[in-house]
């Protein structure tokens, strides 16, 4: 079911210690990585103090954006989970006052949603 998933676009959960090795040079002094998840190309990573979205782009994927978003730009958030048919849960999160979701993932159900729910829910309600 893992490159099913993969090939449908769904995000897995990616150890703490790859995350460091792979993107430890985007932390500031005190920042450390709590979850991280990766699409086919695409990271997008919950520090303490941010979330980090990378983004591969171009055809070789060696062109990335970093972009950082501070939890408390984001205005609200929702996570909804896997039905019994359904493959993946979703993930939709709304920066400052749009309308529309800036971010929408999907999960794999090898992840815990209210895991996501959780460290975003204590970062953005402080």
């Keep these: 079911m893992g490159l099913f998933s993969a090939l449908l676009g769904n995000a897995g959960a990616v150890n703490q210690e790859t995350l460091v090795?792979?993107?430890?040079?985007?932390?500031i002094t005190g920042e450390e990585?709590?979850?991280?998840?990766?699409?086919?190309?695409?990271?997008?990573?919950?520090?303490?103090?941010?979330?980090?979205?990378?983004?591969?782009?171009g055809i070789t994927?060696?062109?990335?954006?970093?972009?950082?978003?501070?939890?408390?730009?984001?205005?609200?958030?929702?996570v909804e989970t896997a039905g019994t048919f359904d493959l993946e849960a979703e993930l939709?999160?709304?920066?400052?006052?749009?309308?529309?979701?800036?971010?929408?993932?999907?999960?794999n159900k090898a992840v815990n949603v209210y895991d996501v729910q959780n460290v975003l829910a204590h970062h953005v309600l402080k």
Aim: aromatic fraction near 14%; avoid cysteine; hydrophobic fraction near 40%.
């Design 92 to 107: 939709k999160i709304w920066v400052s006052s749009e309308t529309n979701p800036s971010i929408v993932k999907q999960f």
């Design 33 to 57: 990585i709590e979850l991280g998840f990766k699409l086919i190309r695409d990271t997008f990573i919950f520090t303490n103090k941010r979330l980090i979205l990378i983004e591969k782009q």
């Design 61 to 78: 994927g060696s062109k990335v954006e970093y972009k950082s978003i501070i939890y408390k730009s984001i205005s609200r958030f929702s």
């Design 21 to 27: 090795k792979d993107y430890g040079k985007l932390l």
